[in-house]
């Protein structure tokens, strides 16, 4: 298994429900080298920051009841400034998801994610890249067009998508593009491991990787949705 951080990770999970909690947390510990603090609410949340300032992940429930997640968030963000965050949800709500925009989120989960979406999405968060749902983009454009409307129907709309698509190219390493091209022409993870001298293990952990970046299902649909938004060649 290949371990993103060097040391074992502190993770906090902040969940009303305890058994979400005790799921969560049985699933980070059984995939990674961790250390699971659960909490039930924001003020645990704030005061296991205060013990273990050297969390370096934290996945927060958006709707705690009797709680302002945002000023939770906050406080946590002011606590812990190296860590991680990961937010989850059991609905995607469009407030929600602009919260985690608002927020700068390292990334946003349904819990009806299966859990090799969550593993992918916390390796790659863990790595430095973030995660949000496929629909956020068009959220994000539709929101950016309302704040900044213009007399061009078409220059409001070129704004947002551009900056879509360079934000996106940002989450994604070098190598990570490279392997979504070798995708899109087909190749399968032995035939890239060959053509860019790595292990098929390493293809494998790039394509997961993109895979929950792009909020796809599958190695074609990311290779589509890469082609969509021109991080890679369409040929």
């Given at each position: ?35 699971i603090?659960?909490t ?53 709500q ?40 496929s ?15 213009t ?14 698509s ?31 001298a ?27 949705r ?8 369409p040929?």
């Amino acid at each position: 298994m290949v371990q993103v951080w060097e040391n074992v990770v502190k993770v906090l999970v902040c969940d009303d429900h305890p058994i979400v909690a005790s799921a969560i947390a049985m699933m980070i510990e059984g995939t990674f080298d961790a250390t699971i603090h659960i909490t039930h609410d924001y003020q645990q949340a704030r005061a296991m920051a205060a013990e273990q300032p050297d969390i370096g992940l934290c996945l927060l429930d958006i709707h705690i009841p009797g709680e302002d997640a945002r000023a939770g968030i906050k406080a946590l963000q002011a606590a812990l400034p190296q860590a991680r965050f990961l937010l989850f949800s059991g609905s995607a709500q469009e407030a929600d998801l602009m919260m985690a925009l608002d927020l700068e989120m390292h990334g946003f989960l349904p819990k009806s994610s299966t859990p090799q979406v969550v593993e992918a999405v916390v390796r790659l968060v863990l790595a430095g890249g973030v995660y949000l749902p496929s629909g956020i983009g068009e959220l994000a454009m539709r929101n950016a067009k309302a704040t900044h409307p213009t007399s061009s129907t078409v220059g409001a709309a070129a704004t947002p998508v551009a900056h879509t698509s360079e934000a996106m190219y940002g989450t994604l390493t070098e190598r990570q593009i490279m392997v979504l091209q070798q995708v899109s022409a087909g190749r399968s993870n032995k035939e890239i491991a060959r053509e860019l001298a790595i292990s098929p293990a390493t293809v494998k952990a790039h394509v997961a990787h993109v895979i929950a970046l792009l909020g796809v299902s599958n190695r074609i649909e990311a290779a589509a949705r890469a082609r969509g938004l021109g991080l890679i060649d369409p040929g």
